[in-house]
C-alpha cells in the first residue's frame, strides 16, 4: 500500500463526487508533468488524500490501476487548455473524520516532507501540482490527523451481487468494465459507491438534518432510469434523504432552487408538510454548481408545477 497526496482545487467537486481522479496525459504543448505521470504508479488500495482549500477534506481508497480515459465531461474549466486523452483512476473517497489544514501541523509534517516532489513547501503552502507521492511515515501521520478509518474495498464482482430483471441490459453490455457495471447496478439501487459518493457531499438529510446514515437514503436527482451511465453514478447526482422527504422529492411534490429555496407543488396537499414538519419557508442551503445542473432536469420534469 502506498500513500498520494492529490491537490483538488477547481476539480474537488467533481472528482470526489464523481469518485476518481483525472489527469492529462500531456498539456496543450505536447508535455507532460511528473505530477501527472504518477498517475501511473497508482496501485489498488492505496491511500489517497484530497487537498482542496488548504485542507485536506477526504480520504480516499484506489479502486485499481490508472487507465486510459477522456476527459469527463463536466470537468472545471481550467481543463480547456489540456488535450482530452489523460490517465483515470477509480477511487472511493469518504469525508475526512477531522478536516484540518496541514499548514496548522507542520511541526509534526515538516521534518517528513521528502525532499523531492514535496506536496507542501515548509511554510505550509501547497506545491504546485496534481499528485505527489506521499512518504509512508508521512502518510500515517496525515491519516492520523485526518482520524479517517479506512473503509473496506466495496463490491466489485458480479457473482457477488443478485440483480433483477431490469438491470441486464447494464450486465449484458460488452463495452463496460465488471466493477463498471457493480456499480452501475447498486446505484440504481442507492447502494455501493454512489451512496459513498453522495455522502462526501451530503453528509445529513437537507430537510430534516438527520445525519445517520443508515436512516437515510441515496436518492438520485436525475432519475437513474434518464441518466447516462456517468450521471447514474455521480455522487453530485444525489441527495441524502429522510424516506419520507425522498418520497416527495422522488415522486416530484417538491424540489430545491439551487440557492436551496424549497418549492412546493401545488398538488401536494396542504397538511402534508405541517405534519411532517417541514418548513416550506426556510432555506435548505445552496447546491454546488454540478448538483445544480442535476436540479434544473429535475425542476423541470419531475417536479410537479401545476
Not at 489517497?48 to 490501476?65: N, P
Not at 487507465?67 to 470537468?75: I, S
Not at 474549466?77 to 475526512?96: H, N, P, S
Not at 452501475?184 to 459507491?193: E, I, K, N, T
Amino acid at each position: 500500500m502506498a500513500y498520494w497526496w492529490v491537490s483538488q482545487n477547481e476539480t474537488y467537486t467533481h472528482e470526489v463526487g464523481g469518485g476518481y481522479m483525472w489527469a492529462p496525459r500531456r498539456n496543450d504543448k505536447g508535455q507532460t508533468a511528473a505530477g501527472w505521470l504518477t498517475m501511473t504508479k497508482v496501485r489498488e488500495g492505496d491511500i489517497i488524500f484530497s487537498f482542496h482549500g488548504t485542507f485536506i477534506k477526504a480520504v480516499g481508497i484506489a479502486l485499481g490501476e490508472a487507465y486510459e480515459a477522456e476527459q469527463p465531461v463536466d470537468f472545471a474549466k481550467k481543463g480547456e487548455a489540456w488535450q482530452r486523452d489523460g490517465w483515470r483512476v477509480d477511487v472511493m473517497y469518504i469525508t475526512a473524520t477531522n478536516q484540518f489544514q496541514p499548514r496548522n501541523h507542520m511541526e509534526l509534517l515538516g521534518p517528513l516532507l521528502p525532499e523531492k516532489y514535496s506536496p507542501l513547501q515548509l511554510s505550509g503552502r501547497g506545491n504546485q501540482a496534481y499528485l505527489f507521492p506521499v512518504p509512508d511515515e508521512l502518510g500515517m501521520t496525515l491519516l492520523g490527523l485526518s482520524a479517517t478509518t479506512i473503509p473496506n474495498m466495496p463490491t466489485l464482482r458480479l457473482e457477488q451481487l443478485d440483480f433483477d430483471h431490469d438491470e441486464q441490459d447494464i450486465i449484458a453490455a460488452d463495452a463496460l468494465r465488471e466493477t463498471e457495471k457493480v456499480t452501475l447496478v447498486l446505484a440504481r439501487r442507492g447502494q455501493g459507491l454512489f451512496r459513498s459518493r453522495v455522502q462526501t457531499i451530503e453528509d445529513s438529510c437537507r430537510v430534516t438534518g438527520l445525519k445517520s446514515d443508515k436512516f437515510l437514503i441515496a436518492s438520485h436527482i436525475k432519475p437513474w432510469k434518464n441518466s447516462d451511465n456517468a450521471e447514474r453514478v455521480d455522487g453530485n447526482n444525489g441527495l441524502f434523504l429522510s424516506p419520507h422527504v425522498d418520497k416527495l422529492f422522488d415522486s416530484g411534490f417538491i424540489s430545491f432552487t439551487r440557492t436551496g429555496e424549497l418549492l412546493v407543488s401545488p398538488q401536494l396537499q396542504p397538511d402534508v408538510l405541517e405534519r411532517w414538519s417541514i418548513n416550506p419557508q426556510k432555506n435548505y442551503g445552496r447546491f454546488n454548481g454540478d448538483q445544480a445542473y442535476f436540479l434544473e432536469y429535475h425542476n423541470e420534469q419531475k417536479f410537479i408545477a401545476a
